[in-house]
Structures are given as C-alpha cells and as structure tokens.
C-alpha cells in the first residue's frame, strides 16, 4: 500500500489562502496521477482537484474551480493544493490519495483511489 501524508492546513479567515502539500512515504509520487478530496463535518467525502501523471491535466470541482490550484514538483516528491479565496463552505479535512490504477480522467472519485493519508484540517473562519 501506498502512503502518503498531508500538510499545510489551518485556521484562515475568509478570502485567505493556504497551500496543502501531499508527500509520498517511500515512494515517488511522480508516477501516479494524485487525487484531494475533502470532507466537511456530517458529509460526504468530495472530490476535489485531480492531477494526471501522463500530461498533467487537470480537474476540478465546480466549487473550487477559479479558486484552487493542483500542481507537481516532481524534484521535491510533492503535489500541492494552492487554495485562495477561502470560503467558510471550504472548511474540511483535506485528503490526498493515490493508486496504481486510479487515472485522473475529472473530477476525482472516492473509490478509484486505495490509499490515503491522514488528513489535514482546514478552517475558514473569521
């Protein structure tokens, strides 16, 4: 299984920013297409952002579009999630996951990805 770890989340206030980094645990991310999905308090698990490994396209949730930004720096093992713009509805715990077999092709779906890291908490609040 793959592991990898989240960081960069925090208390904001509306119309900040925040960047997310996601690593991966003794392997390089470099060769996977990475999802970020979230989850807010009482709610389903929601895709976020995706990046593909074979071109770096990238998709993202109409609620974030215009706002979040997914990128890769393949020198530092890592994929980030620029957020800007914050809103209290982004409030959540932000995920990133991969898998062998999970290909970015939109939005990302929870179940295409098997291995996920702990989370980091985002809040957005004055």
């Known amino acids: 299984q793959l592991h990898v770890v989240e960081s960069g989340g925090g208390l904001v206030q509306p119309g900040g920013s925040l960047r997310l980094s996601c690593a991966g645990s003794?392997?390089?991310?470099?060769?996977?297409?990475i999802g970020w999905f979230r989850q807010a308090p009482g709610k389903e698990y929601e895709g976020v952002s995706c990046?593909?490994?074979?071109?770096?396209?990238?998709y993202y949730a109409d609620s974030v579009k215009g706002r979040f930004t997914i990128s890769r720096d393949n020198a530092k093992n890592r994929v980030y999630l620029q957020m800007n713009n914050l809103k209290p509805e982004d409030t959540a715990v932000y995920y990133c996951?991969?898998?062998?077999?999970?290909?970015?092709?939109?939005?990302?779906?929870?179940?295409?990805?098997?291995?996920w890291g702990q989370g980091t908490q985002v809040t957005v609040s004055s």
């Open positions: 003794g392997f390089s991310l470099n060769y996977f297409d």
């Open positions: 990046i593909s490994l074979s071109d770096g396209t990238t």
């Open positions: 996951a991969a898998d062998s077999r999970a290909m970015c092709v939109g939005v990302p779906e929870v179940t295409d990805f098997g291995s």
